[in-house]
C-alpha cells in the first residue's frame, strides 16, 4: 500500500556555477522527511531501475531548457506521485539501494553526521529505556535493539512499532505518528519542530484476537498490559462497565496474562489539523464514501491500512488457494484471491476537499468530536 510522501511545496536555490535549482521538500505522515533535489532523486531512480528492472513507477523526464511555472508543478505532482508509488513493493522498501538513499537524504537535510548516540524509548507505563545507537540506524534497527535489551522475542517485532509521541502538560500526551521502517528516529526526534516530542514504543497491531499470538512472550504480554491501562486512563479505549471492572480486578491480583485479553481500541491523537480523511468502500457491490474530519487523518489512515491488511492474512489463511500480495511489517507473503473488493483511502486539505452527494456519504461528515 502506498505511504503518505506528498510534496507540498518547493524553493528556488542559487548553485555553484551561478545557475539555479529547485530543492523539494519532503513530507511523510505530514512531517518534514527530507530536503532534495531532481538530479538526486533521478540518479536514485536509476540505481533501482538496474536493481528491480522495469517494474519501477515511472520517473518524471529532464527538461534541458529553462521550466515554465506550469512545468515546475507538474514536475512536483509527478515527483510526489513516483514517492508514494515506488513504495508499494514491500521487496523495494527492504533493498539496500532504498534504504541507504534515503538515510543519506535524511541526514543532510538536517545536518546530522553518524555518530554514536543515547537514544530514550518510552514505554506506556511511562518508563524510558536508554539505549546505544547510531544517529544512522533506522527504525527498525532501533526496534530490534530495543527488543534484544527487554527480551522481547525477536520473531514477536512485527507485532510492535516506534511512534513519536508529543508529552504535554498535566499528563497529557499524543501519538503524532509511527515511524516508518526506514526513518531514523534520533533525526526525526530532532527535525520535529513540535516541542517535547519522544519516541515511544507500542504494539502495532489492531485485531485484539492478535494478543493470543504473544503469550507465550514474557516481555511482550508486558507490552501489552501497559498499554492497555494506559489507553483506558487515557480515555482512548472505552471498555464496557463489566470489561472496567474485571482488568481492575485483575490488576488487583496482578494477572497481566488475562488483563490483555479485553477486546478494547480507541482512536489515538495526533497533531495533524484541518484534513479530511476518505476512503471508498464497497459492500455488496454498492460503493459507498466514509469522510472523516480530523486531526488524526494521517494516524487513521495509516491504521485503516492495517486493518485491511490484517483481514486480508485472515482471509488467506482461511482460503489457502487464493492468491494476495500481503506487504506486513517488511514482510511479503503470497496467497491466491479473487478480489471482489476494493478499498481506497486518501486525504486532503479542507480547502481543496471534494464535493460528495449526501445520498453517497454513510456517514455523511463526521467531525473529529463525533469519533
Known amino acids: 500500500m502506498k505511504m503518505h510522501f506528498c510534496i507540498p511545496v518547493s524553493q528556488q536555490r542559487p548553485d555553484a556555477l ?12 505530514g512531517f518534514l522527511f527530507c530536503r532534495v533535489r531532481y538530479s538526486q532523486l533521478h ?17 518524471p523526464p529532464k527538461y534541458y531548457l529553462a521550466m515554465t511555472t506550469s512545468m515546475a508543478n507538474e514536475r512536483r505532482d509527478q515527483l510526489e506521485q513516483y514517492l508514494q508509488n515506488v513504495t508499494v513493493d514491500p521487496n523495494m522498501l527492504r533493498s539496500d539501494v532504498f534504504v541507504d538513499f ?7 537535510t538536517f545536518s546530522i553526521s553518524t555518530k554514536k548516540a543515547s537514544l530514550d524509548i518510552f514505554l506506556p507505563d511511562g518508563r524510558s529505556i536508554p539505549v546505544e545507537i547510531l544517529t544512522s540506524d533506522t527504525a527498525e534497527r532501533v526496534l ?25 502538560k498535566e499528563g497529557k500526551l499524543s501519538v503524532m505518528k509511527k515511524l ?18 519522544k519516541v515511544g514504543l507500542r504494539k502495532w497491531y489492531l485485531d485484539p484476537s492478535l494478543d493470543s499470538m504473544l503469550m507465550d512472550c514474557r516481555a511482550a ?68 464514501w466514509f469522510v472523516i474530519y ?38 511479503s507473503k503470497k496467497y491466491h484471491i479473487q478480489q471482489s473488493q476494493k478499498d481506497y483511502s486518501s486525504f486532503l486539505p479542507r480547502a481543496s476537499k471534494i464535493t460528495i452527494a449526501e445520498a453517497d456519504c454513510v456517514l455523511g461528515t463526521v467531525e473529529e468530536e463525533g469519533l
Open 18 to 29: 551561478g545557475g539555479r535549482y529547485t530543492l523539494y521538500s519532503v513530507y511523510l505522515d
Open 43 to 59: 540518479r536514485w531512480n536509476e540505481q533501482l531501475r538496474r536493481v528491480f528492472g522495469d517494474c519501477l513507477p515511472p520517473f
Open 102 to 108: 534515503l538515510k543519506l537524504v535524511q541526514l543532510d
Open 144 to 168: 530490534e535493539v530495543v527488543s534484544h535489551k527487554i527480551g522481547l522475542c525477536r520473531e514477536l517485532l512485527g507485532y510492535f512499532g516506534l511512534f513519536l509521541i508529543r508529552f504535554c
Open 180 to 197: 516508518a521502517d526506514f526513518e531514523l528516529p534520533y533525526v526525526s526526534l530532532r527535525s520535529s519542530e513540535v516541542e517535547n516530542c
Open 221 to 288: 504480554v508486558s507490552l501489552i498490559y501497559m498499554q492497555a491501562i494506559q489507553d483506558i486512563r487515557k480515555e482512548w479505549a472505552k471498555p464496557t462497565q463489566a470489561q472496567r471492572q474485571k482488568l481492575e480486578a485483575l490488576q488487583r491480583e496482578d494477572n497481566q496474562t488475562k488483563g490483555t485479553l479485553l477486546d478494547m481500541d480507541g482512536p489515538q491523537q495526533t497533531l495533524n489539523r484541518n484534513l479530511e480523511l476518505r476512503f471508498l468502500y464497497s459492500e455488496e457491490s454498492r460503493w459507498q
Open 294 to 331: 480530523s486531526r488524526q487523518a494521517f494516524l487513521l489512515s495509516s491504521c485503516l491500512k492495517k486493518m485491511i491488511s490484517e483481514k486480508m492474512v485472515k482471509l488467506a489463511a482461511e482460503n489457502p488457494e487464493m492468491q494476495i500480495e500481503v506487504p506486513e511489517q517488511g514482510r
